[in-house]
């Protein structure tokens, strides 16, 4: 799916680099275009959007293609789901820059004309993102009514607790998701239920040292006393796939694999 989805990611960097570019020339416009440094900045950000509305737009046009032709396939991804709304949100938020752009040079001709040999870009990107969005309306308005937010914001983590029921419970995706990425123990520490040294392997693939571990879960010994988990004293000692962990354990690995991936 990686190099399925490289058309999708081009056009989420390219629309979230162009807006980023776009509010870095409003807030100069609106502050201190007298600064030199701030100047050479503006004209630099300038070249990130200036005379690329055509391969921007051709970009956006091909990526949406192939969400179209793709769309039986995406609606049984949530990683593929998570790209395809990040994507819609940031066309979204490069309107807005568009049309702040535009408000602001109507306000600042003066500084603008010196820095913009077209006072129209903003205008010409908003027309052309305008143009998209209404052949886009039916894949952002089913995107609106059953990709959830929670979806969008845990991305690939979404889902990914179900898959450890039977090793612990009351652990939300948000909170698995901050363990795994970022080493957050999980502040309610519940019960592992699964065979301890199934708990070192948990811990030694996904990245997390054992004082994490027993920050986020009670481990408990045969004498069903509490008792901290150790990777020197439960070891691994049969081969990984006779764990039942490993699917759930893979799965978890696959979401960080593709969180860094875009990072």
């Known amino acids: 799916m990686e190099n399925q989805n490289a058309i999708l990611r081009e056009s989420l960097k390219r629309t979230e680099a162009?807006?980023?570019?776009?509010?870095?020339?409003?807030?100069?416009?609106e502050g201190?275009?007298?600064?030199?440094?701030?100047?050479?900045?503006?004209r630099f950000v300038l070249g990130l959007?200036?005379?690329r509305r055509r391969e921007t737009v051709d970009c956006l046009d091909r990526c949406l293609d192939y969400i179209e032709q793709n769309w039986a396939a995406i609606l049984q991804s949530e990683p593929w789901e998570y790209e395809v709304v990040q994507l819609l949100k940031?066309?979204?938020?490069?309107v807005g820059s568009c049309e702040r752009l535009d408000e602001c040079i109507a306000t600042?001709?003066?500084?603008?004309?010196?820095?913009?040999?077209d006072c129209w870009i903003a205008r010409g990107y908003w027309v052309e993102l305008c143009r998209w969005m209404r052949r886009a309306e039916c894949v952002i308005s089913f995107a609106d009514e059953n990709f959830s937010d929670e979806r969008v914001v845990l991305g690939p983590f979404y889902g990914l607790a179900r898959k450890f029921r039977r090793f612990f419970a009351g652990v939300s995706d948000g909170e698995l998701r901050e363990l795994l990425l970022h080493g957050r123990p999980i502040?309610?520490?519940?019960?592992?239920?699964?065979?301890?040294c199934e708990g070192t392997l948990f811990g030694l693939e996904l990245g997390l040292t054992c004082a994490v571990m027993n920050q986020s879960f009670t481990f408990y010994g045969t004498n069903r006393?509490?008792?901290?988990?150790?990777?020197?004293?439960?070891?691994?000692?049969?081969?990984?796939?006779?764990y039942g962990i490993?699917?759930?354990?893979d799965s978890a690995l696959d979401a960080k694999h593709k969180v860094n991936n875009r990072l």
């Open 90 to 94: 940031a066309v979204g938020r490069l």
């Open 32 to 42: 201190h275009p007298s600064d030199a440094t701030r100047l050479d900045r503006c």
């Open 246 to 249: 490993c699917s759930a354990i």
């Open 187 to 196: 502040s309610s520490r519940p019960r592992w239920m699964g065979e301890r």
């Open 108 to 117: 600042h001709p003066d500084e603008a004309d010196e820095i913009l040999e």
């Open 225 to 242: 006393r509490l008792r901290p988990l150790k990777y020197s004293s439960d070891p691994v000692t049969n081969s990984r796939g006779s």
């Open 49 to 51: 959007f200036v005379g």
């Open 18 to 29: 162009i807006a980023e570019a776009m509010d870095s020339v409003t807030g100069f416009l």
